[in-house]
């Protein structure tokens, strides 16, 4: 950060593959080192406080309330504008535009495109309950007619394995809850829903709910439940939760997390899925 505190530099190193949806690391291969690789590098502009610019490989900046478009490991390589207004204690207004590099396809000269537009609200009624809720318009270029090297294989293609949409698309996060002062700080429900431009399987949802508290110390616990469906055109293949039935679309079933705080900023954590290929009328399901 420079001493003006506009500017901030951050870089990142994370193990497993060049895979961008999982630094996951297997201990195998008689003792085979891991690989470090960059997981993130970039810039940031903060001319006022409510306003930052990213540009380069770095966090999602797009609300979300749980994976089931995006996986956490996900880097987005591009720029961000993302603006935050706090009007009183009550509501907090947001808006992220972001463009997205997705793929540079040398052999037609065309580079894949995502932009994403999400505004949103933060409101605190009272009584420590909140309401959070955010739109997102993702509209992407070039998709339609190429492919990804790191695609799942699950989304609809033609005889050459060209997609055959450009997954345009709606989505809408939301989650509800109340904070308490008791044994359990926190009560919550949440959901995600996802409408792509395919002509069909273009759905996706997740509904859940969480409760517990805040991981600060030993002893403390979080315990989170969900639901979710995503359609086989529902969204673009190589971006959902990669530990879901290995990242594929055209899935659903249940996730059961459970972490488990052992020191300060030490936590084990459990994750639990059970998931299968959407069973269609008139076909079977794995």
Request: glycine share 10%; charged share 25%.
């Amino acid at each position: 950060v420079t001493e003006d505190k506009k500017w901030l530099v951050g870089f990142g190193l994370a193990s497993g593959s060049g895979d961008p949806r999982s630094t996951n690391q297997t201990f195998t291969n008689d003792f085979e080192t891991p690989d470090a690789r960059i997981d993130y590098a970039y810039a940031q502009w903060q001319p006022i406080k409510e306003v930052k610019a990213i540009g380069g490989q770095f966090k999602n900046p797009l609300y979300k309330v749980k994976d089931l478009m995006w996986d956490s490991d996900v880097r987005p390589q591009g720029v961000a504008v993302p603006v935050n207004i706090k009007a009183n204690d009550r509501f907090t207004f947001f808006i992220t535009p972001a463009l997205f590099v997705l793929q540079e396809f040398k052999s037609e000269e065309e580079t894949a495109w995502m932009f994403a537009l999400q505004p949103g609200i933060k409101v605190k009624p009272g009584g420590g309950s909140y309401i959070n809720f955010a739109g997102t318009w993702y509209s992407n270029q070039d998709v339609k007619g190429n492919s990804f090297k790191y695609s799942a294989g699950t989304n609809s293609t033609d005889a050459n394995g060209d997609l055959l949409y450009d997954y345009s698309s709606v989505a809408f996060d939301a989650e509800v809850g109340v904070k308490l002062k008791g044994y359990i700080q926190k009560i919550a429900a949440f959901g995600q829903f996802v409408k792509s431009d395919a002509d069909d399987d273009s759905t996706g949802w997740l509904a859940g709910f969480k409760f517990g508290r805040s991981i600060k110390k030993f002893g403390d616990w979080e315990f989170k439940y969900n639901y979710r469906k995503l359609e086989k055109d529902a969204w673009l293949d190589f971006l959902p939760d990669s530990d879901f039935y290995g990242g594929d679309t055209n899935a659903e079933g249940h996730e059961v997390e459970f972490k488990f705080g052992l020191a300060k900023h030490v936590s084990l954590a459990m994750d639990y899925y059970r998931s299968s290929k959407i069973k269609y009328t008139g076909s079977g399901g794995d």
